[in-house]
């Protein structure tokens, strides 16, 4: 996965995400809108097939994009431990 940086603003960051799929995406997502003084965190692919994902981070106050950016990846670092551990302990 490639990140390749569109805007970078004190309060908005768009950026691609070169290899990343809507799975990936939409776990990302919800773990930015759950940042506090995230006001926006979208993505979109514009086309379904050849399309590459561009997030799009707006914050407010003195949450940078970068700083929630860090901490929802944090989170889905986070999710994907706990679902490893629950699919292992569920295939024993």
């Keep these: ?3 390749k940086i569109l805007e970078n603003e004190k309060n908005k960051l768009v950026f691609q995400l070169i290899g990343a799929d809507h799975t990936f995406c939409n776990a990302l997502k919800k773990e930015l809108v759950n940042v506090k ?3 926006i965190a ?4 514009e086309h379904p097939q050849i399309g590459i994902p561009k ?5 407010e ?3 940078s994009p970068k700083k ?3 901490t929802a990846i944090t989170g889905v670092k986070k999710s994907n431990k706990e ?3 629950a699919f292992e302990k569920a295939v024993k």
């Design 1 to 3: 996965m490639e990140i």
């Design 42 to 45: 979208t993505y979109a692919v």
């Design 83 to 85: 679902f490893l551990a």
């Design 68 to 70: 929630a950016l860090e």
């Design 37 to 39: 003084g995230v006001t």
């Design 55 to 59: 997030i799009l981070i707006e914050t």
């Design 61 to 63: 106050g003195a949450t």
